[in-house]
């Protein structure tokens, strides 16, 4: 099945432009603890038609290599997608922000040699969803690109963080603690090849298990 860019498409998120605007403080104070170099970590291995989904405000751009040749950047929240619209325009490589959730993205089967998860998965609430349409819309030995936070490997804050989650979600944007994502991509078929880390993404906040590298169809 082929899915071109013109194919009517599920209407993006609501406008949430308080939580877009909380959401663009928060990730530059993340970048200056050292998201900027995770980021750079990140987008390294990118090559040809990248798809980055729910791109946010753009804080991607900047570090994309120049083997990209473009760069589609899908984003369901109307105030996040006019940031990275403008952040488009500085970038060092084309890029294209349009409207689309992870579960049905714009763009057609095998089209994209990387897509892009950056702290995303977290949110995007069916990841196997997400994970099948990566697949679909990736080339052959297209490669996904992966920087998300994960459920702790350890049993307590595990079990804290599914306590915790949806208090958190709502006042995160969705942003779930507990996503289990080593456990959904290897449900998918995905090889993966990532380090696991802490990283508190602001001060005073407890770390938490971040993923970082690549995930290839098996
Ligand atoms: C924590 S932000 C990360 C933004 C950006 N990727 C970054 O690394 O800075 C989560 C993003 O996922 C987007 N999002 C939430 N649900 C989504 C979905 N179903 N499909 C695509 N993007 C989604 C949000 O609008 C937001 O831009």
Do not use: K
Request: net charge positive; aromatic share 4%.
């Amino acid at each position: 099945m082929n899915r071109p860019p013109t194919t009517p498409r599920p209407a993006g998120h609501p406008p949430r432009p308080r939580f877009a605007r909380r959401l663009a403080r928060a990730n530059a104070a993340a970048d200056a603890r050292g998201g900027a170099a995770h980021r750079r970590e990140l987008l390294c291995p990118a090559r040809g038609h990248v798809v980055e989904v729910g791109c946010g405000d753009g804080l991607n751009f900047p570090a994309y290599p120049a083997a990209v040749a473009r760069v589609t950047a899908v984003e369901p929240e109307p105030t996040l997608r006019d940031l990275a619209t403008r952040a488009a325009a500085s970038a060092p490589v084309s890029v294209t922000v349009v409207d689309g959730v992870a579960s049905r993205l714009p763009v057609g089967d095998g089209e994209a040699e990387a897509v892009v998860f950056s702290q995303v998965l977290c949110s995007v609430g069916d990841v196997p969803a997400a994970l099948r349409e990566a697949r679909r819309v990736l080339a052959p030995g297209g490669v996904v690109l992966l920087y998300e936070h994960i459920r702790s490997d350890r049993p307590v804050p595990a079990a804290l963080q599914t306590v915790v989650s949806p208090l958190w979600a709502r006042a995160a944007g969705g942003c779930r603690l507990d996503v289990d994502l080593p456990r959904h991509l290897a449900a998918a078929g995905f090889a993966v090849d990532a380090r696991r880390f802490g990283f508190a993404p602001s001060p005073g906040a407890p770390p938490v298990t971040f993923l970082l590298g690549t995930a290839r169809p098996a």
